[in-house]
């Protein structure tokens, strides 16, 4: 198979129709949620006993790492990436588009409120760590419920190979380039090195279909 580059891929931008997509819903196989752990942290915080504003965010915490989680399966990562800490992995998510630095920011530090600073967090700073939650997964839903898991593409590539789809196979962990008038198709692998470039070229490409 043959291989193209990110450079000439980044032309369907402006050269190419995305004309239709289909869709998934992603299958963690997690027993309890990142919605469940929200759950636990809305009662926690309204609760009236004495630690229950530690729980509600201990339960804040979890629900993003979860969601974390779930992205990271989502996106065909989960076997390559699952062992990064929590920064890392919001760097990541970060780096190929998925969420805003005013949100990253807001959770390191809601996170690092309870896990280096061992104090007891305040009722509107648990009510703001909760909220950035909240705001976190709903928006990233979008990546785990009906999503885009296949793009019909009509686009000449600079070497006349027609693509007609890519495909995000997050099962396996491959993006799947198809060039049907060549009876071939390009397979990028979750651990090759350049597979967040190829991942983040397809997300972009997600976003500007659903516009």
């Given at each position: ?75 065909g990562l989960s076997e390559r990436l699952k062992?990064?800490?929590?920064p890392k992995k919001i760097e990541f998510l ?47 839903n979008k990546y785990l419920f009906q999503a ?64």
């Amino acid at each position: 198979m043959r291989e193209f580059s990110l450079e000439s891929l980044n032309h369907v931008f402006e050269m190419g129709e995305f004309e239709h997509c289909s869709y998934d819903n992603i299958e963690t196989n997690f027993e309890i949620s990142p919605e469940d752990f929200l759950t636990y942290a809305e009662y926690d915080l309204t609760a009236k006993y004495d630690h229950h504003l530690v729980n509600s965010l201990s339960n804040t915490k979890r629900a993003i790492d979860s969601q974390l989680d779930s992205l990271l399966i989502g996106f065909g990562l989960s076997e390559r990436l699952k062992k990064l800490n929590f920064p890392k992995k919001i760097e990541f998510l970060n780096n190929i588009g998925v969420i805003s630095p005013r949100i990253l920011t807001k959770i390191n530090r809601k996170r690092n409120l309870l896990e280096h600073e061992y104090k007891n967090p305040s009722e509107e700073e648990v009510e703001d760590a909760l909220d950035v939650a909240i705001l976190f997964i709903n928006y990233t839903n979008k990546y785990l419920f009906q999503a885009i898991t296949y793009l019909s593409i009509i686009y000449e590539d600079d070497e006349g190979r027609d693509l007609n789809s890519i495909e995000l196979d997050w099962i396996n962990g491959e993006l799947i380039f198809s060039f049907p008038p060549l009876g071939e198709n390009v397979v990028i692998k979750a651990d090759q090195t350049n597979y967040e470039q190829y991942l983040k070229f397809y997300l972009k490409a997600c976003t500007i279909l659903l516009r």
